[in-house]
């Protein structure tokens, strides 16, 4: 913790010198915007190291999360909030199949999830192109229950200076982490498997089912992250 405290130290002082926005709310509102959606999926990773295990697909993932978002919604004229929960849930499945072949196998958790970037980043190509003639999908601010969600992903406050609403979003996943790690049975579990699954599991910790669970959480905040990405944006492109 103090490494990590003094390198963001050295880095913020570094921005501060050279630039004369990096220090002012203007100039942090800009940042923020940034490294909220990187710190969202970063808060997934770290636990999913913490457990021992690592996931290449993570990224692409929040890609494949906007466009499914957008089909549903644009193609099948779902409302946004029905074809929310449906994203999250396409997200936790991979994520529990990325898990299962990882604990099958046996195989790195790099290997696996490697694959699984390919085959995602195809299909973001391909399905798109196959379903769409193009490999952008628009239009889904014209989406029923679209201003909501907008609300919810991707409005500002504090003008203005216009902080956006994923940093608040950052915040919670991050402070949520952080009880679950420090305070509860799961996060014991989480560090147990990951210094030694089998003094783990000797000492009753469910392991399989531990990484499983850390893989799904990675996946779906990618998700998450898309679906914020989309609404954001109205249009998303494989």
Partial sequence: ELGALLGAILVAT???????QFGTLAGAARWLDFAAT?????????????GGEFDLSAGVMIGTS??????????????????????????????????????????????VTLGTFFILRGANNGGTLLLTGTVRVDGL???EGFEAAEWLFA????PPYNFRVTVVWWLIIAG?????????RPGNWIYAVGGDKVAARNSGVPVQATKIGLFMTTAMAGALV?????????????
């Fill in 14 to 20: 570094f921005f501060t010198v050279i630039t004369d």
């Fill in 38 to 50: 990187l710190g969202i999926m970063a808060v997934a990773v770290s636990l999913l190291m913490i």
């Fill in 66 to 111: 906007g466009l499914i978002f957008g089909l549903l919604i644009t193609r099948l004229d779902l409302n946004v909030w029905l074809a929310i929960p449906l994203v999250l849930a396409f997200a936790g499945v991979i994520g529990f199949l990325n898990g299962i072949v990882v604990i099958r196998t046996g195989l790195p958790s790099f290997i």
């Fill in 141 to 143: 601010d014209e989406a």
């Fill in 155 to 158: 409005s500002t406050f504090g």
């Fill in 176 to 184: 949520l982490a952080t009880w679950v790690l420090t305070r509860t």
């Fill in 226 to 238: 898309g679906i914020m990405t989309a609404v954001r944006l109205g249009s998303v492109q494989a």
